[in-house]
């Protein structure tokens, strides 16, 4: 499975959720609505969720395993950073 496109849509407002992701896999099949959050430790990856009838998330959809779910975080995160550097350098100058 390859990652084919990552869509980064930065939040702007201020608070943990710092953007949403979409991406495609093999030009096939997208996840939408991946968040990207600022934790304790630093920036991690949310799957998709759905509060169930109990009162819980629950991931709608996710990777099987951990070394997918790494390559996946990693390339996220690097193509956030990447549209925050992009925005820093197209900002105007005051």
């Known amino acids: 499975m390859q990652i084919t496109d990552v869509r980064v849509r930065k939040v702007s407002k201020e608070g943990k959720l710092k953007a949403v992701v979409s ?39 996710h990777p099987i395993n951990s070394e997918t779910r790494e390559r996946i975080q990693r390339l996220i995160l690097e193509r956030y950073e990447e549209a925050l550097a992009d925005e820093e350098f197209e900002a105007p100058e005051a």
């Open 23 to 61: 991406i495609t896999m093999d030009d096939e099949f997208v996840v939408h609505d991946i968040k990207v959050i600022e934790g304790e430790k630093g920036l991690f990856i949310a799957m998709p969720s759905k509060k169930a009838l109990d009162g819980e998330y629950r991931d709608i959809a």
